[in-house]
């Protein structure tokens, strides 16, 4: 399964984005899904993520803020960014939320929270 990250962009502090990612097969195979972002010289963090039963986790920086999905019928995980900051500027990416089920990572979706 390939996994492609989509709705980056840019965006002032307060705005909001949607991030879409899309399988190229059913995100069934994997036992849960993962939003990642990685900023400019720091290591790839997990967001949220979201199992099959739909549990959701977040970290804490964005809880309250950030909404994930995943709608099974189009295979796709969404990420629902509101009130962005600054602090949320990065490479954002999709893959498994289980270390041993990631695939390739792709090019993510950059997100730029600027004034």
């Known amino acids: 399964v390939q996994l492609q990250a989509s709705g980056g962009g840019l965006v002032q502090p307060g705005g909001s984005l949607r991030l879409s990612c899309a399988a190229s097969?059913?995100?069934?195979?994997?036992?849960?899904m993962g939003w990642y972002r990685q900023a400019p010289g720091k290591q790839r963090e997990l967001v949220a993520g979201i199992a099959k039963i739909g549990t959701t986790y977040y970290v804490d920086s964005v809880k309250g803020r950030f909404t994930i999905s995943r709608d099974n019928a189009k295979n796709t995980v969404y990420l629902q960014m509101n009130s962005l900051k600054p602090e949320d500027t990065a490479v954002y990416y999709c893959?498994?939320?289980?270390?041993?089920?990631?695939?390739?990572w792709g090019q993510g979706t950059q997100v730029t929270v600027s004034s």
């Open positions: 893959n498994s939320g289980i270390s041993s089920e990631y695939v390739d």
């Open positions: 097969g059913s995100i069934f195979s994997f036992t849960a």
